[in-house]
């Protein structure tokens, strides 16, 4: 469904189910990291932007309880907003309940809501759409208790309700994405210092297409987390000789050949990553600055290799969809998006081969897998606001 069907779609539901017009209404798209993954919790650089698909939610007061509505799910829940349900495993309440949490445990009384959402990401896809879920709900709860907290602030609770209600201990990049993203542009985001700047991305003749490997990467909750821990490990053990490093973003090169003995092969391999990852933003923002999009192709695909082989977070399918796409004419590069153990692969290609793509890498796809990908061409968006008030 696209945007304004959606918008409508959610407001109608909305007074449906409790039978008042809404009196707020947000949006927030989900993302496609173009390059710099997995380096955000470790104070690295990312450079994502927003999509056109997006989540979604309306909102208002209600007068004795609180009841948040998933549409795709049918489902709702329901409770006091003074007494806040302990999270659920694995389930989409999470997202906003844990919100909820965050800004009461920053000492804010909360009202009775009624809220209810749908978006069009799809779930799973390494698209970022539990930061667009949490956004829209910070937002929300944001306006309805008046407190205009700084967009920085409402990305830190949305990471703060992962951390603590979902349980997977995500960086930063996914909730500044959603929320600071510019139409047009890419955000480097220096993840440290959670600063950014924004880098036009004009690359016509060439387009940017997502395909879908259609393996969710749900179950990875578990991998990244354990991800996240070799990262620490390899820094504590990288500290004892060099006390002042700050995150993995500090290792360079040279500090990385001096210390290989005295990490594990995996920490080792983890490092390689992060050191190459960091550069290859850097130089992609070159590339992109200079119109040099042979050379970002080319960054795209070393990350993607990075990906796989040190920091083992793609997948058979996304390799798959990567090497072939990399095979063909008009193709400058291709890489897995996103946390990975599946879900989307991004192509930089020549306008005029985009039918080609889709057609040859989708029979391959379906012969070696059994499934057909989804094809998506995908540009620059703005980041998450709130639509005017007033039925669509
Ligand atoms: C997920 C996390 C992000 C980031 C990416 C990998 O999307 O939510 O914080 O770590 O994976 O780059």
């Known amino acids: 469904m696209h945007g304004n069907d959606l918008i409508h779609m959610v407001w109608k539901n909305f007074g449906e189910a409790y039978g008042a017009d809404p009196a707020w209404v947000v949006r ?16 690295g650089w990312a450079m994502p932007f927003a999509i056109g698909e997006r989540m979604i939610m309306a909102g ?29 495993h694995r389930h989409w309440s999470n997202y906003l309940i844990g919100v909820m949490a965050e800004f009461s445990a920053r000492g804010f009384a909360l009202p009775q809501l ?3 959402f749908a978006g069009n990401l799809p779930q799973g896809g390494g698209l970022s759409s539990s930061a667009a879920l949490s956004n829209c709900m910070a937002m929300l709860v944001d306006k309805s208790i008046g407190s205009s907290l700084p967009k920085q602030e409402l990305a830190l609770i949305s990471q703060g309700c992962e951390h603590h209600y979902a349980g997977v201990m995500c960086g930063i990049m996914d909730q500044y994405a959603t929320l600071f993203c510019k139409q047009d542009h890419a955000l480097l985001l220096d993840c440290r210092s959670r600063s950014y700047r924004h880098v036009p991305l004009h690359i016509l003749p060439y387009r940017l297409v997502l395909i879908n490997s259609m393996i969710k990467h749900d179950l990875a909750e578990g991998a990244y987390n354990q991800r996240r821990r070799e990262c620490e490990s390899a820094l504590a053990s990288l500290r004892v000789k060099h006390p002042l490093m700050q995150d993995l973003r500090d290792c360079s090169p040279e500090i990385l050949a001096d210390a290989r003995a005295r990490l594990t092969e995996t920490e080792y391999r983890r490092v390689s990553h992060q050191v190459g990852e960091n550069h290859r933003v850097l130089a992609a923002e070159k590339a992109l600055r200079a119109g040099d999009l ?11 290799i990075s990906l796989a082989e040190n920091f083992e977070v793609s997948s058979p399918e996304q390799d798959f969809l990567v090497a072939s796409a990399m095979d063909l004419k008009g193709v400058l590069g291709a890489r897995m998006t996103g946390g990975g153990f599946g879900g989307n692969v991004i192509c930089l ?18 012969t070696r897998f059994g499934k057909t990908p989804e094809f998506h061409l995908c540009s620059p968006e703005d980041g998450a606001s709130f639509e005017e008030a007033g039925p669509p």
Do not use: K, W
């Open 28 to 43: 927030t798209p989900g993302r496609v990291n173009l390059i710099g993954e997995h380096t955000d919790y470790n104070g």
């Open 60 to 88: 208002g007061y209600a007068s004795d309880r609180t009841r948040l509505r998933a549409l795709d799910m049918r489902d709702t829940v329901e409770f006091d907003s003074r007494e806040l349900p302990a999270p659920r």
């Open 114 to 116: 009624n809220a209810c």
């Open 294 to 304: 042979p050379s970002l192709g080319r960054l795209m695909h070393a990350s993607h």
């Open 349 to 366: 290609v020549h306008q005029d081969r985009c039918e080609e793509l889709r057609l040859s890498i989708g029979a391959g796809y379906l």
